[in-house]
Protein backbone atom coordinates (compact mmCIF):
# COMPACT_ATOMS: atom_id res chain seq x y z
CA UNK A 1 0.00 0.00 0.00
CA UNK A 2 1.15 3.36 -0.60
CA UNK A 3 -0.24 6.72 0.62
CA UNK A 4 0.39 9.47 -1.42
CA UNK A 5 0.01 12.89 -0.09
CA UNK A 6 0.13 16.57 -2.68
CA UNK A 7 1.55 19.91 -1.17
CA UNK A 8 2.43 23.21 -3.08
CA UNK A 9 -1.03 24.08 -4.78
CA UNK A 10 -2.72 27.80 -4.16
CA UNK A 11 -3.31 31.30 -5.68
CA UNK A 12 -0.87 32.88 -8.51
CA UNK A 13 -0.86 35.20 -11.12
CA UNK A 14 -0.91 34.33 -14.61
CA UNK A 15 2.79 34.06 -15.69
CA UNK A 16 3.78 32.71 -12.17
CA UNK A 17 5.20 29.16 -10.77
CA UNK A 18 4.42 27.00 -8.37
CA UNK A 19 5.75 23.75 -7.26
CA UNK A 20 3.80 20.98 -6.34
CA UNK A 21 5.23 18.04 -4.35
CA UNK A 22 3.91 14.73 -3.72
CA UNK A 23 5.28 12.68 -0.77
CA UNK A 24 4.71 8.95 -0.72
CA UNK A 25 4.57 6.65 2.19
CA UNK A 26 5.77 3.14 2.37
CA UNK A 27 9.70 1.64 0.91
CA UNK A 28 8.51 1.05 -2.37
CA UNK A 29 8.09 3.82 -3.64
CA UNK A 30 10.92 3.26 -6.58
CA UNK A 31 8.85 0.40 -7.83
CA UNK A 32 6.34 2.81 -9.18
CA UNK A 33 6.23 5.44 -11.97
CA UNK A 34 4.38 8.70 -11.01
CA UNK A 35 1.95 11.06 -12.97
CA UNK A 36 0.16 13.85 -12.40
CA UNK A 37 -3.46 14.44 -13.84
CA UNK A 38 -5.53 17.44 -12.91
CA UNK A 39 -9.17 18.30 -13.02
CA UNK A 40 -10.92 21.71 -13.59
CA UNK A 41 -14.19 22.07 -12.17
CA UNK A 42 -16.83 20.63 -14.60
CA UNK A 43 -14.22 18.67 -16.80
CA UNK A 44 -13.18 15.40 -16.46
CA UNK A 45 -9.68 14.66 -15.16
CA UNK A 46 -6.70 14.83 -17.61
CA UNK A 47 -3.34 13.55 -17.63
CA UNK A 48 -0.45 16.14 -17.54
CA UNK A 49 2.78 14.21 -16.89
CA UNK A 50 4.88 11.32 -15.89
CA UNK A 51 7.97 9.98 -14.88
CA UNK A 52 9.61 6.63 -15.24
CA UNK A 53 10.62 4.91 -12.10
CA UNK A 54 14.09 5.69 -11.75
CA UNK A 55 13.09 9.30 -13.47
CA UNK A 56 15.31 8.43 -16.66
CA UNK A 57 11.91 9.14 -18.94
CA UNK A 58 9.32 11.72 -18.70
CA UNK A 59 6.40 12.66 -20.89
CA UNK A 60 4.16 15.28 -21.43
CA UNK A 61 0.61 16.67 -22.94
CA UNK A 62 0.84 19.08 -25.20
CA UNK A 63 -0.37 21.94 -23.46
CA UNK A 64 2.60 22.15 -20.71
CA UNK A 65 5.44 21.29 -22.54
CA UNK A 66 8.46 23.59 -22.32
CA UNK A 67 6.47 24.86 -18.70
CA UNK A 68 5.70 22.28 -16.24
CA UNK A 69 8.47 20.22 -15.62
CA UNK A 70 8.12 16.83 -13.42
CA UNK A 71 10.83 15.21 -11.21
CA UNK A 72 11.64 12.98 -8.82
CA UNK A 73 13.55 11.71 -5.42
CA UNK A 74 13.45 7.92 -4.58
CA UNK A 75 15.53 8.79 -1.68
CA UNK A 76 12.82 11.39 -0.09
CA UNK A 77 10.06 8.96 -2.06
CA UNK A 78 8.71 12.30 -3.39
CA UNK A 79 7.45 13.65 -6.72
CA UNK A 80 7.76 17.23 -7.69
CA UNK A 81 5.63 19.27 -10.85
CA UNK A 82 7.51 22.48 -11.55
CA UNK A 83 5.14 24.62 -12.86
CA UNK A 84 6.13 27.85 -14.81
CA UNK A 85 4.05 30.29 -16.70
CA UNK A 86 1.33 29.93 -15.46
CA UNK A 87 -2.15 30.05 -16.97
CA UNK A 88 -5.36 30.99 -16.55
CA UNK A 89 -6.86 27.50 -17.81
CA UNK A 90 -3.95 25.55 -15.79
CA UNK A 91 -6.56 26.15 -12.79
CA UNK A 92 -7.42 22.91 -11.36
CA UNK A 93 -7.37 20.45 -8.94
CA UNK A 94 -4.15 18.63 -9.22
CA UNK A 95 -3.53 14.72 -8.27
CA UNK A 96 -0.48 12.24 -8.41
CA UNK A 97 -0.91 8.92 -8.90
CA UNK A 98 0.98 5.47 -8.49
CA UNK A 99 1.60 3.15 -11.15
CA UNK A 100 3.39 -0.37 -11.54
CA UNK A 101 4.15 0.17 -15.68
CA UNK A 102 7.44 0.82 -16.07
CA UNK A 103 7.28 3.93 -17.78
CA UNK A 104 4.34 5.09 -16.61
CA UNK A 105 1.14 5.29 -18.92
CA UNK A 106 -1.54 8.28 -20.05
CA UNK A 107 -4.12 5.87 -18.86
CA UNK A 108 -5.52 6.82 -15.61
CA UNK A 109 -7.02 3.22 -15.09
CA UNK A 110 -3.54 1.97 -14.77
CA UNK A 111 -2.98 4.11 -11.61
CA UNK A 112 -3.56 2.21 -8.04
CA UNK A 113 -2.92 4.84 -6.29
CA UNK A 114 -3.90 8.25 -5.62
CA UNK A 115 -3.72 11.48 -3.68
CA UNK A 116 -6.38 13.89 -2.45
CA UNK A 117 -5.64 16.65 -4.57
CA UNK A 118 -4.23 19.79 -4.23
CA UNK A 119 -5.52 23.07 -6.20
CA UNK A 120 -3.98 25.45 -7.78
CA UNK A 121 -5.46 28.67 -8.54
CA UNK A 122 -4.28 31.19 -11.43
CA UNK A 123 -5.51 34.33 -11.95
CA UNK A 124 -5.80 36.52 -15.09
Known amino acids: QVQLVESGGGLVQAGGSLRLSCAASGRTFSSYAMAWFRQAAGKEREFVTR????????YYEDSVKGRFTISRDNAKNTVYLQMNSLKPEDTAVYYCAATTRILGTVDETAYVFWGQGTQVTVSS
Open 51 to 58: ISRQGGTT
